[in-house]
């Protein structure tokens, strides 16, 4: 297995911290330690002022990289809604992060969605010896 990718959909948020750039750098600044991960960027911000659309009334996007792969999040302040994904080669405490996330922007309801990510991606040597020895055989 190559790892965890969680995604957070919280809704009913907290709207200055949703629309707040310093708040959502910190954000992604902090929770990579928080969970047990290895920063490798900074936080990359794009704030934006929304499109002619009435769908898009701008939010803020944003991301980090990590050693063990990448954090993100889109937010929709007018909506009071925010999109969050940590995808990691790393295992770490999905309840404890998902607890920190929902409580630092006052979510009042969470979607969660787990998958485990390469489950055939094989981090282990002999595995990756086994598979290989096997797929020579058959040609």
Do not use: W
Not at 8 to 31: G, S
Not at 87 to 103: D, G, L, V
């Amino acid at each position: 297995m190559f790892g965890p990718h969680i995604t957070l959909d919280l809704y009913d948020c907290n709207p200055k911290k949703l629309n707040d750039v310093e708040f959502i750098f910190q954000f992604l600044d902090k929770l990579p330690e928080k969970i047990g991960m290895t920063k490798i960027s900074k936080p990359n911000i794009i704030n934006y002022p929304g499109g002619k659309n009435s769908f898009d009334k701008g939010g803020i996007s944003g991301f980090v990289i990590i050693a063990e792969s990448h954090i993100s999040i889109h937010t929709f302040a007018a909506q009071r809604f925010a999109s969050i994904d940590i995808f990691s080669c790393k295992y770490f405490n999905i309840k404890e992060a998902e607890k920190n996330i929902i409580e630092m922007f006052e979510a009042k309801k969470v979607e969660k969605h787990f998958i485990m990510r390469g489950r055939e991606f094989p981090k282990d040597v002999i595995k990756v010896k086994n598979i290989i020895c096997a797929q020579r055989k058959k040609f």
